[in-house]
């Protein structure tokens, strides 16, 4: 399955990714364009390859977005819960994912309100952000990198969603004639 992770710049979207396959935050990162990781996680007991696209804060990449999207069959919208801007800007990119997706408000998308860690801090409540998700029809759930509190769990809720997406997919009626395909 494959997962991309956008929101704006330094909001922690590459330390996010970086805990769920199992390597430490970094204290100090470069600037992301766009990386991919594959991992393997269980979910449910089953092992999926999950192939994750970890973006740039899109300011300077608006042109890359709409490839960022089309990669995606789910999507983690990363903000900061001390940078009310980062909050801000998640409607825009949820209405750009659906846009991009014909209009299909069933893809799999979790709000994820990082940086859990700087509490003392915060500007966006978790009042704001649930209303905020309730009110897009997609679930919240808050992390922090830097303490790796929720951030596996993040991506396995979303990639359960994207399980259950493909599950509710119709499949195909069979060919009327059993010798060709022409339906």
């Not at 903000?79 to 009310?84: D, L, Q, T």
């Not at 700087?118 to 922090?144: C, H, N, P």
Request: with cysteine; charged share 30%.
């Amino acid at each position: 399955m494959k997962i991309t992770v956008l929101g704006k710049g330094v909001v922690g979207k590459s330390s996010l990714t970086y805990r769920f396959i199992n390597f430490n935050a970094p204290e100090e990162h470069d600037p992301t364009i766009e990386d991919r990781y594959k991992t393997t996680a269980n979910i449910n007991g089953s092992d999926y390859e999950i192939e994750i696209l970890d973006t740039a804060g899109e300011e300077d990449f608006q042109n890359m977005i709409d490839m960022w999207i089309s990669f995606g069959e789910g999507f983690l919208l990363v903000f900061a819960i001390n940078e009310k801007e980062s909050f801000r800007l998640i409607r825009g990119k949820y209405d750009r994912i659906i846009k991009a997706k014909h209009g299909d408000k069933t893809v799999p998308i979790l709000l994820v309100g990082n940086k859990l860690d700087l509490e003392k801090e915060r500007t966006v409540t978790f009042d704001e952000a649930k209303q905020l998700a309730t009110s897009l029809g997609i679930e919240y759930m808050e992390t922090s990198a830097k303490n790796n509190f929720n951030c596996k769990e993040a991506f396995e809720n979303l990639a359960q969603k994207i399980i259950d997406s493909k599950k509710s997919i119709p499949k195909p009626n069979p060919s009327p004639c059993p010798c060709c395909n022409i339906i």
